[in-house]
Each structure stands twice: as structure tokens, then as C-alpha cells.
């Protein structure tokens, strides 16, 4: 074996040591690497230095990296990562939680849940943390699956769920937390037309089953009237975010999480908005079309 690994505390993802990570890895490294990714959905890597050279070799191992759309958010030098810091201004939402002005949160959501193709996973890596808060939150969702009753296994297989894209927490329908809109985001972002997902995803490349439920941006059951539509959205929602599908991360600086972002949801806690917090990001492309764009003739029969 090239690495070691364990368990992370409370049994949901792994955590990895001893690897080496160089553009020379060797090809069953890379392929045990990518097990180990579809296997268990979130794998922590520690100890792997501070270069931004490791974290784009390493994301290399998991497909084709996707450069973030818009240049501002690139890291300079290397399009193919993100940089996520508040050290020379700041672009999100700031909210108020518990008197706190707070940056930097997210609810539980899948990335590009909004989007056709939603991205194949992710790694994050924690270039300088801040004093307090700042964690971020993964969930298995194949797990959440799983442990749902036979009876409403079968009543939600085949349904299709309609969800959009959020620039704040405003645009939430379920669990938004109540949070106090200090400043508005800055940034300037584009418009994306509603989506149509299969509530109950099948993972494209380990065949499991999937529930589909990003608190972000889900909204409702397609041909479902409204108020039984919020009502099992909101049940599949409080089962989906039971502590024992989560794992919860304080990050040490260089720390590096992959993640399988079809088979997960994931959160970030935010941070004092005075605390500076700096992370880099590589996002790994999806290749699986999951979704389709709602046309608008079918909206106006929702509505109606
Ligand atoms: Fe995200």
C-alpha cells in the first residue's frame, strides 16, 4: 500500500497519511487513489505541505479539472484553482448569526445542484485558517439513502425535484436559518433557468443510490401538489441532516479534502467577518449529465 488509512471520527469518510504526491505517482497509486474517492465519498489527506503544485497533482488523480468561469476567482498563476479569501476585501453575503457578523456561510448544498451537469467532486485545502469557526460540513447522502424506510424508498424512487440557483440565503424554501442580512454580495453573478433533477440520483459510476435534496436550492416535487411536496421535502431534508451521515471538519493549515460531490452535500460554517480565512479550491468536472433545464411552458402549468 502507498498511504495509509483510517476511519474519520463518527464513520462517515477516511483520512489519509504517507502519501507522496508528485506528478511521477504511479498508476496504481492514482487508481487506488480513485477508489478510495468513489469508495468512501470524503477523504482527508493531512501532511501534504503547503505548494499549490501538490494540490493540483493530486486533483489531477480524480479527472479533468474545470478553471473556475470567472478570472477574479482564479488563483493567480494557476487557472485551474480557486482562491476563497477575504483578506483584500470581500465579494459574499455577510449575515448575522447569534450577534455575529459572519462570513462566508453555506447551508448544505451539492455544488451546481442548479445546474445540468453538476460537477464530479471537489478538494479544498486550508491555506490560513481563522481563529474561530470556519469549518466546513460533508454529508453522505448514499448513506441518507440507505437508512430511509422501504415504504418511502419506493414512494420517492422516479420523482423529479425542480431547483434553482441561490445567490443568498433569500431564495432558500427549506431549513434557511435565520440569519440577519448585514451586506449583500458584491458580486455581480449570472442568471441560470431552473432545473429538474431525479430526486433519487443513481451515482454514475458505483451504480448507488442517492438522495437528492440540496437545502440550497431545492424547491419542489414536479406534478406534486404544494403542500405534499413541501411536506416530504421537508421529511427527507430532517432525515438527510441527522448527525450520523455527517462529518463535521476544524481545519489544520494544508489540510486537503476531496470529496465525491454526487454522492455528498456539504457546509460551511462561515467565520468572523473580521478573521481572515484563506482557502484553495479545485473543482474536478463532471462528465454525466444528471439534470434537465425546466421549459418554461412546463413552469406555467406548475404555477397553474
Ligand atoms: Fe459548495
Not at 150 to 174: N, P, V, W
Request: proline share 6%; with cysteine.
Amino acid at each position: 500500500m502507498t498511504f495509509n488509512k483510517k476511519p474519520l471520527p463518527g464513520g462517515v469518510g477516511v483520512e489519509v497519511t504517507g502519501l507522496e504526491v508528485s506528478d511521477a505517482m504511479s498508476s496504481t497509486t492514482v487508481a487506488a487513489l480513485r477508489e478510495l474517492w468513489l469508495e468512501a465519498g470524503i477523504v482527508l489527506f493531512r501532511g501534504l505541505g503547503t505548494s499549490p503544485e501538490v494540490l493540483l497533482q493530486l486533483s489531477r488523480c480524480f479527472g479533468e479539472l474545470e478553471p473556475h468561469p470567472i478570472e477574479h476567482f482564479r488563483l493567480p498563476g494557476y487557472p485551474e484553482l480557486i482562491l476563497l479569501s477575504n483578506e483584500k476585501g470581500l465579494t459574499g453575503p455577510v449575515y448575522a448569526f447569534d450577534g455575529v457578523p459572519t462570513y462566508g456561510r453555506i447551508p448544505w448544498h451539492t455544488d451546481l445542484a442548479f445546474a445540468t451537469t453538476p460537477n464530479a467532486g471537489a478538494l479544498l485545502r486550508m491555506v490560513k485558517k481563522s481563529a474561530h469557526g470556519g469549518q466546513t460540513g460533508w454529508l453522505d447522502t448514499a448513506m441518507a439513502w440507505e437508512a430511509l424506510d422501504e415504504q418511502t424508498k419506493a414512494r420517492i424512487e422516479g420523482l423529479e425535484a425542480k431547483y434553482i440557483f441561490c445567490a443568498d440565503l433569500s431564495g432558500m424554501r427549506f431549513n434557511r436559518q435565520a440569519g440577519e442580512l448585514l451586506q449583500a454580495s458584491s458580486k455581480n453573478l449570472p442568471s441560470f433557468p431552473p432545473v429538474a433533477h431525479p430526486l433519487v440520483w443513481v451515482h454514475p459510476q458505483t451504480g448507488q443510490r442517492i438522495l437528492n435534496v440540496s437545502t440550497l436550492n431545492i424547491q419542489c416535487i414536479l406534478g406534486m401538489p404544494e403542500r405534499e411536496s413541501d411536506a416530504l421535502i421537508q421529511q427527507l431534508i430532517e432525515h438527510t441532516l441527522q448527525p450520523q451521515f455527517q462529518y463535521i471538519h476544524d481545519w489544520e493549515e494544508n489540510d486537503i479534502v476531496l470529496w465525491d460531490n454526487r454522492r455528498t452535500m456539504h457546509m460551511a460554517f462561515g467565520h468572523p467577518v473580521d478573521e481572515v480565512r484563506v482557502v484553495q479550491r479545485s473543482t474536478i468536472r463532471g462528465t454525466v449529465k444528471m439534470g434537465r433545464i425546466i421549459e418554461e411552458e412546463q413552469q406555467q402549468e406548475e404555477t397553474a
